[in-house]
């Protein structure tokens, strides 16, 4: 019995996947030249575009495409037959920001191989094979391909992390990421395991309609599978590698966990909670409520210690992810389409912001070997583009005006726990919230502080520019036009 696959579907991964294949022919066989690492680069950043305008011709499409399903005589259901692939609002609103960020992050990576020190080929070819994970994973309706994808999105950013030879940090910070990541995947395959002994099916149609009475062994699966995801989300309990990792990795490849590695991981994470187990809202609801509001809190108040650029960035990101968790707590008390659309209209906000971020960390970074926040001291007198570009990034991330998509973020998930009755949740994100202004509001101060000390000029590089600036570019869009937020999350 042939499967009729629908190439339109899956146009975007299939795109990123043969540009990793042509990268990979190309390094073998092209002389090893600067030219050559930029050719690298161009073509990456070209099969991420061409992935890029596949997305944006499926929504123009306006039709929810599915693919890999299960052939109607097989199907157990009198409806359609559940299919393991598919294309809907949520999946192209998810793809759009991994691979808007892809963009950004191949431009910084220009920038971070332009010396040499890292093989260019290698890189290409492993940020490539992360896209495809990313992009396939809001995607994938069954578990098995919930799983691989996920697991593509994790095992190239080891290599990626530790490419930069003969550095004692990255080593290190590639094998912290690698003993997490292996005891997460083992711990949601044993939650995925139980699910599946419990309903007989992969597919998360099918375990929605089988686990909506509650039974011992699903609840544990649930658990396990909740803790699982929240290893790859950095949420506390789960969040000590996060800072080492962040600080020990490239800044691009610390950009990529920030941004494509959580937009992966939400994505996941709600599949599974609101499509596959909307039934189980009452257990798996105040274990994410606990975790949000843990994770927003340790993640603020170790923010508050740190000196260095990245780190505060790195304790920041665990922050966010308690922000984005937030809503999915209500999930039950509000419906699935309100609550996923406030924590992913959060998560775009957030990932535009934190790129610009880290473009113009990555920046200072060619310059100040330690990058500390003392480092950016006056950096808008010695560079005023990435001088205020880094501080309207911070106020977003801030909620303060001018950084309008910041506060509209904040405004929609504490519209959503609130509708949803959680007030003492409202409460503990309002006090982080406050707390989060104060270590941005330091860190930009910085930047508008005249340097004592003798000013250091930034080493030029092209590509960051475009980086920050299309980062910047849709902080802008989405503070003058918020409504396109809630559009593009369904609220």
């Known amino acids: 019995m042939s499967q009729q696959i629908d190439y339109f579907a899956i146009a975007p991964p299939l795109a990123l996947a043969v540009t990793a294949a042509l990268v ?4 073998a066989f092209l002389p090893h030249r600067p030219r050559t690492r930029a050719a690298l680069g161009l073509v990456t950043l070209a099969g991420v575009l061409v992935s890029l305008g596949f997305v944006v ?5 306006g039709r929810t495409l599915g693919t890999f399903c299960v052939p109607p005589a097989l199907a157990r259901t009198g409806g359609p ?23 950004v992050i191949v431009l910084m990576s220009m920038t971070e191989l332009a010396g040499g020190g890292i093989p260019a080929g290698e890189w290409h ?5 992360t896209l495809v994970g990313a992009v396939t994973l809001p995607a994938s309706r069954d578990l098995v391909m919930l799983v691989v994808a996920l697991e593509l999105v994790s095992l190239p950013v080891f290599a990626l992390t530790a490419l930069k030879r003969y550095d004692g940090r990255a080593s290190e910070a590639a094998v912290k990421l690698f003993v997490v990541s292996v005891v997460s995947t083992a711990v949601m395959l044993f939650g995925v395991s139980l699910l599946y002994g419990m309903t007989g099916t992969v597919h998360l149609s099918g375990l929605a309609a089988q686990t909506q009475a509650a039974a011992p062994v699903v609840t544990v699966g649930v658990v396990l599978v909740v803790a699982g995801f929240g ?106 389409r309100e609550a996923v659309g406030a924590s992913v209209a959060y998560l775009v906000i957030y990932a535009a912001m934190n790129l610009g971020a880290f473009a113009v960390v990555l920046l200072v970074a060619r310059t ?34 001018p950084g309008l998509a910041g506060l509209f973020a904040k405004v929609f998930v504490f519209r959503a726990i609130v509708e949803g009755g959680l007030g003492w949740l409202a409460l503990v994100m309002a006090v982080n919230t406050v707390i989060g202004l104060y270590y941005y509001a330091v860190w930009a101060a ?21 980086a920050t600036g299309l980062a910047v570019a849709v902080a802008i869009v989405f503070s003058l036009a918020p409504q396109l937020v809630l559009d593009l999350a369904g609220l």
Not at 92 to 97: C, K, R
Not at 278 to 287: D, E, K, M, R
Not at 372 to 393: K, N, T, V
Request: with cysteine.
């Open 368 to 401: 100040a070997g330690r990058n500390e926040l003392d480092d950016y001291r006056g950096l808008a007198f010695r560079s005023p583009a990435a001088g205020i570009a880094l501080a309207f990034c911070l106020v977003c991330l801030a909620g303060l005006p």
């Open 24 to 27: 990979l022919l190309l390094d």
């Open 231 to 336: 290893f790859k989300i950095a949420a506390v309990p789960f969040h000590a590698w996060a800072a080492d990792v962040y600080q020990g990795a490239p800044v691009p490849v610390a950009a990529l966990l920030s941004a494509v590695s959580k937009a992966a991981g939400f994505a996941g994470l709600i599949l599974v909670l609101a499509t596959a187990l909307p039934g189980q809202a009452g257990t798996w609801g105040p274990v994410v409520a606990i975790l949000s509001a843990l994770t927003m809190t340790a993640g603020n108040l170790l923010a508050l210690r740190q000196r260095s650029a990245v780190r505060l960035l790195a304790w920041s990101s665990v922050a966010q992810s308690g922000y984005v968790l937030a809503p999915l707590a209500v999930t039950g008390a509000i419906g699935a």
């Open 81 to 103: 037959p559940p299919c393991s692939y598919v294309v809907d609002g949520f999946t192209l609103v998810l793809a759009g920001l991994v691979l808007a960020a892809a963009v």
């Open 125 to 129: 070819f492993l940020l490539l094979c």
């Open 446 to 466: 910085r930047l508008f502080t005249p340097d004592a000390r003798a000013p250091v000029a930034l080493r030029a590089a092209p590509a960051l520019w475009p």
């Open 57 to 61: 011709a499926q929504a123009m499409a």
